[in-house]
């Protein structure tokens, strides 16, 4: 069996850039992807391509450059401990978990963009999409897409364990899928949401993935799967409007995956942007000069719409 073929070199080899949605369309159905075997695929989209698969703590951790894991370990209990002591003030108690569930209440803590382990995916290719074409209309987006088959289970699935914050850097680096959670949130289960999650605080998941695809080989888990296999899509930054149009028609947009006011909001500011893309180009200013001034105004505060 060969060694797994390291992060970026792997990915940039099973990587696609799209001409159009016809196209995007048409890779899932080559993939197999659709009807009853949608779920045989995790998707996360992020808004720019040069991203890699940091969870939001990871992140953190990289700000303040650290690489330590008894650090990190210390900086993550201090962020729960500070939700835990206060979550019951806003939480509706049914939602609130057990004081030792720690994945639970990582996933309470994700849902409310606090910094966790946790990276958000979704079983849906076109939320996947979405995310990815929603923002940032200026850079390259991208969807990721990892086959659930690579994924331990059964006895092989310690997400659980890899919750619990140990001050010791693992012997060996895991990489889970969460696809079920007692008291999903509204938003979770609009967006079809899931979580991979690993037992080292510092790991990049795109740097884990390669090596759980090396282990399902060799335990023999791909055997009926030989088809499934992790890749990336890119979606070029002239083709987001079109891509969100598209999305809108099949109602994927963010007034049905933010539930309540906030979607509404987001949802309006999508049209907004959609029916400006449709101006005729006589009555638009030069758009150079328009965002360079906006740049030296400091104006661009507008709502990020990527998962964490």
């Known amino acids: 069996m060969s060694q797994p073929q390291g992060g970026k070199p792997y990915w940039d080899s099973v990587t696609r850039t799209l001409g159009s949605w016809e196209e995007f369309n048409r890779e ?16 996360r989209g992020q808004v720019n391509s040069m991203w890699t698969l940091k969870p939001s703590l990871c992140r953190v951790l990289d700000e303040a450059a650290i ?46 963009r606090a910094p966790t382990r946790l990276l958000d995916w979704t079983l849906s290719p076109y939320v996947g999409v979405y995310f990815a074409v929603a923002e940032q209309w200026d850079r390259d987006g991208v969807l990721w897409a990892v086959p659930t088959v690579f994924f331990p289970t ?30 999903q949130t509204d938003r979770m289960a609009a967006q079809q949401g899931c979580f991979t999650i690993s037992n080292d605080p510092l790991a990049d998941h ?16 791909l055997k009926p799967f030989a088809n499934r296999q992790p890749f990336r899509l890119i979606v070029p930054a002239k083709q987001k409007p079109a891509f969100l149009g598209h999305l809108h028609l099949m109602n994927v947009s963010a007034r049905a995956l933010y539930p309540g006011i906030e979607g509404l909001g987001r949802h309006a500011y999508e049209q907004a942007r959609l029916a400006s893309e449709q101006v005729p180009s006589g009555l ?7 965002m360079a001034n906006a740049g030296r105004a400091g104006s661009g505060n507008q709502p990020e719409a990527h998962p964490e």
């Not at 370990?73 to 500070?82: C, D, P, Q, T």
């Not at 659980?160 to 693992?170: L, V």
Request: net charge negative.
């Open 284 to 290: 638009r200013a030069d758009r150079g000069m328009v």
């Open 67 to 112: 690489r330590n894991h008894v650090a990190a370990y210390s900086v993550e209990l201090k962020a729960l401990l500070a939700f835990q002591s206060q979550a019951h003030l806003w939480v509706a108690p049914g939602m609130l978990p057990q004081r030792d569930d720690h994945l639970a209440w990582l996933a309470l803590m994700q849902h409310y």
């Open 206 to 221: 795109a740097d884990l993935i390669p090596a759980l695809r090396h282990e399902a080989e060799a335990r023999g888990w």
């Open 154 to 183: 059964g006895p092989y699935d310690r997400s659980r364990e890899c919750a619990d914050m140990m001050p010791d850097e693992p012997s060996q680096r895991e990489l889970y899928l969460v696809r079920w959670l007692f008291g």
């Open 28 to 43: 899932l159905g080559d993939r197999g992807i659709g009807g009853v075997s949608l779920a045989s695929y995790v998707f």
